[in-house]
């Protein structure tokens, strides 16, 4: 017949275990500290959880019970914390493997429409068409590669705003003929006081000049891999649309 172990025995050797339990969980644990910008909804200080891209990060990440530090920081900025080496990542970002970093799997999505005004709808089949219209755009910011490369070229009029806001009541005051955003900024930003105002004057062009899909871009160095498969093995744990949609308001 097996002896009794005794309870102080017993005692020890469960506080061993709960100790190495919790030293193995400190090991691997970690915090991904990533830089971003303000652009809400997708990411913000002001917004609940930092916006529904820091959300689906952190979910990600906490499948490996790591966590998400963010610095929110002006885009400019926030785009050279990468490329000179101040964070890992930045995020959100379209995808853009001629930079030569590397980019997450999709943490949201970015339908790129035209805001127009109701008594000046854009009428256009294919992108070049816009030629006849001026263009409302953001300094640094990337459109389309057709947008892009006809400003670029020249034959794209443009006119360059400080930021969507600016853009929005431009367009209302007919200063410029359309702009080009993310539907779903549009959307978070017609609450604001300001651009509330306005809004009866303007609508959504029907057409979508594209659909694109969110990012984080790392480093491309073995920190930066490491992290951008870290993130990849949550992301594909989750609906990343799903909870977009779930957070988003419609967009009408």
Same mark, same amino acid.
Request: aromatic share 8%.
């Given at each position: ?7 102080k ?12 339990l919790?030293?193995?969980s400190?090991?691997t ?30 979910k ?17 900025r ?27 799997d999709p ?6 429409? %035209?805001i127009?005004?109701? =008594? !000046?709808?854009?009428?256009?089949? @294919?992108?070049? #068409?816009l030629?006849?219209?001026? &263009?409302g ?57 300001q ?18 899909? %969110?990012?984080?871009?790392f =480093? !491309?160095?073995?920190?930066?891999? @490491?992290?951008? #498969?870290?993130?990849?093995?949550? &992301? ?8 977009q ?8």
């Open positions: 017949m097996m002896a009794a172990v005794p309870i025995l017993k005692q020890y050797c469960l506080f061993i275990i709960l100790t190495t919790c030293l193995s400190e090991i644990a970690d915090t991904l500290e990533l830089s971003t910008l303000e652009w809400p909804p997708f990411s913000g200080s002001e917004l609940p959880e930092q916006g529904i891209n820091s959300q689906i990060i952190s990600a990440l906490s499948f490996e019970n790591h966590t998400l530090a963010i610095a929110v920081l002006p885009w400019n926030a785009a050279r914390s990468v490329t000179t080496g101040q964070t890992i990542g930045y995020y959100p970002t379209y995808y853009n493997p001629a930079n030569g970093l590397l980019f997450s943490i949201g999505a970015s339908p790129i429409v %035209l127009e005004r109701k =008594n !000046n709808p854009i009428i256009w089949d @294919k992108v070049s #068409d030629n006849q219209y001026e &263009l755009v953001l300094k640094g910011y990337i459109n389309t590669v057709e947008v892009d490369e006809m400003i670029a070229n020249g034959s794209q009029k443009f006119e360059t705003g400080i930021d969507e806001k600016q853009n929005i009541l431009k367009l209302a005051a007919g200063r410029i003929d359309t702009i080009i955003m993310d539907v779903n900024v549009y959307q978070y930003l017609k609450s604001d006081p651009v509330a105002k306005v809004t009866h004057l303007l609508q959504v062009n029907p057409k979508v000049l594209q659909d694109k899909t %969110l990012h984080i871009t =480093n !491309n160095n073995q920190e930066g891999k @490491k992290w951008c #498969d870290i993130i990849n093995q949550g &992301l594909a744990k989750l609906d990343v649309n799903a909870m949609n779930a957070v988003l308001p419609p967009t009408k």
